[in-house]
């Protein structure tokens, strides 16, 4: 097929092919890498939040660790399986949420304690188990 196309064209098609797959390379590279940033984004919101078990999740993946995120999948599965583990880590939001509607939102703040003081949530809880 190149054997009838002078030398000149012959380099010219191969430079042309070397330059396309060199774009087309760092192109998926950096596609890899902006998945990579934005995982450490959500990584630190998870964490802002409480949400430990998911933050080690997508810091397993922004740095390519996927046996870990085999390993941490395994432990969320383990722990919700318990009643204790699951209230903790959504204890653990809980606060981080009211916390925020105590900064932010003075109407869900009041809803909340109100919950909080006539015990409306617990009776409700109790009703549905």
């Known amino acids: 097929?190149?054997?009838d196309l002078?030398?000149?064209?012959?380099?010219?098609?191969?430079?042309?092919?070397a330059l396309v797959l060199t774009v087309a390379g760092l192109?998926?590279?950096?596609r890899r890498e902006a998945?990579?940033?934005h995982a450490i984004e959500l990584m630190k919101l998870m964490n802002q939040w409480g949400?430990?078990?998911f933050a080690e999740l997508f810091e397993d993946y922004a740095v390519g660790?996927?046996?870990g995120i085999v390993h941490k999948v395994r432990e969320i599965v383990r722990a919700v399986r318990s009643d204790?583990?699951?209230?903790?880590?959504?204890?653990?939001v809980a606060k981080k949420v009211t916390s925020y509607y105590a900064a932010n939102d003075a109407t869900r703040a009041q809803e909340l304690l109100a919950i909080l003081q006539?015990?409306?949530a617990l009776k409700t809880a109790k009703n549905v188990s």
């Open 1 to 3: 097929m190149f054997h």
């Open 6 to 17: 002078p030398v000149v064209w012959q380099y010219v098609i191969l430079s042309g092919a």
């Open 27 to 30: 192109w998926l590279y950096n």
């Open 35 to 37: 998945r990579r940033k």
């Open 51 to 53: 949400l430990a078990w």
């Open 65 to 67: 660790d996927y046996s």
């Open 84 to 92: 204790e583990a699951i209230v903790a880590k959504l204890g653990e």
């Open 118 to 120: 006539n015990g409306t």
